[in-house]
């Protein structure tokens, strides 16, 4: 175990002051910092799987705080805000997606990690409105914030 140091100034003169315990040593921060990324690059591909394999009520109970906040770049068609509070606002969201349209491919690209608490996923979407028949490409990015290893945010852009 190594001991630091820290050097302050008593009467303008440099002296030694007493060692630093090694839990707020200066490494100590990085290190968390490195485990902090490696759990939100766990939990950015973790989502990313259950959008590549349809099982995203599984990623909704697995990743998502209760609270998490939900917001489409637009009003959503029957909603009165961009914003939706909650996961199960979000199943509500998926449940009018899944009877709106009819997805025939679709491609997830990333995650793309960002600093220790976000990251962001590209995705690539054909489909067709079930009433209007119009078929249609989408393409969106979506930017998800994560804290104490839940999902707290999403965002979409498009």
Not at 48 to 66: D, F, I, Q, S
Not at 110 to 130: Q, W, Y
Request: net charge negative.
């Amino acid at each position: 175990m190594s001991i630091m140091h820290s050097l302050i100034l008593v009467e303008d003169r440099p002296r030694w002051s007493l060692p630093i315990p090694p839990a707020i040593m200066p490494h100590s921060v990085e290190q968390e910092k490195i485990m902090s990324r490696e759990k939100l690059k766990e939990i950015a591909d973790q989502l990313v799987g259950h959008c590549r394999n349809g099982t995203e009520e599984k990623g909704l109970k697995e990743l998502y705080a209760k609270d998490v906040e939900s917001i489409e770049a637009i009003t959503m068609p029957g909603s009165d805000s961009p914003k939706t509070t909650g996961v199960d606002g979000i199943r509500g969201k998926h449940e009018w997606w899944n009877n709106t349209f009819e997805v025939h491919s679709s491609e997830v690209e990333g995650p793309f990690l960002h600093g220790e608490d976000r990251f962001s996923v590209i995705f690539n979407i054909d489909a067709t409105n079930k009433e209007s028949s119009e078929r249609m490409s989408m393409k969106e990015v979506a930017v998800y914030t994560v804290s104490n290893g839940k999902i707290i945010r999403e965002e979409f852009y498009y």
